[in-house]
């Protein structure tokens, strides 16, 4: 028998069912965006992994149908940022490549999407883009580089269809991140830039 090539799956942390569940409703985008600070929160906490949490909800319904936390470091996969995860599995719930088809999908992120995550949103079908702290907030408080967005990151979004909105309770997002950064967390990013 030839042998099978997989990759892993991602297993998230226990603790996250605690704060959210997928077919969770959540009327208000505050409330959304509360969950994924809340992510972000006990990520931090319980020490496993980068400052991040997201989730993907069915805008109609309100429901929730991915979640995702930073697993970079857990995994060894530079990919496992919270959005990609929580659109990732947003797809698997829905069982499409495409989130869009017909529906309004809505990813609510504790931060400004990186440029892999700003990059990735574009095939995932996702209609809205909600997020707490900014690019800056994540590189001055946690240390991390977002990578080169540019200028018009956010119109580049708005042309192919999908809403953005930023700094949504940025105020509760920020103290994950400067907690990190006081416990001094891993900024796992290869090839950062080099202090100039
Ligand atoms: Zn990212």
């Known amino acids: 028998m030839r042998p099978m090539l997989a990759l892993k799956k991602i297993i998230l942390p226990e ?10 409703e959540f009327t208000s985008e505050a409330d959304r965006m509360g969950v994924a600070i809340k992510l972000s929160c006990r990520q931090v906490a319980e020490g496993t992994g980068g400052p991040f949490g997201a989730v993907v909800c ?5 429901r929730v149908i991915g979640i995702g936390v930073n697993q970079v470091t857990n995994s060894c996969w530079s990919g496992a940022h919270a959005e990609f995860i929580a659109w990732t599995m947003a797809q698997e719930t829905m069982n499409s490549y495409d989130l869009g088809c017909g ?63 930023g700094e949504l309770l940025r105020e509760d997002a920020v103290v994950a991140l400067k907690e990190y950064g006081r416990l001094g967390g891993e900024c796992y990013n290869a090839n950062n830039l080099e202090a100039e």
């Open 15 to 24: 603790w996250v069912t605690d704060e959210v569940r997928i077919g969770q």
């Open 58 to 62: 069915d805008l109609d319904t309100g």
């Open 103 to 165: 529906n309004s999908v809505g990813l609510y992120s504790s931060a400004q999407p990186c440029v892999s995550c700003w990059g990735g949103v574009f095939w995932t079908g996702i209609t809205r883009l909600v997020y707490a702290a900014t690019k800056r907030d994540v590189e001055q408080y946690a240390g991390f580089d977002e990578g080169p967005l540019p200028n018009d990151w956010k119109e580049s979004l708005v042309k192919r269809g999908v809403s953005v909105q």
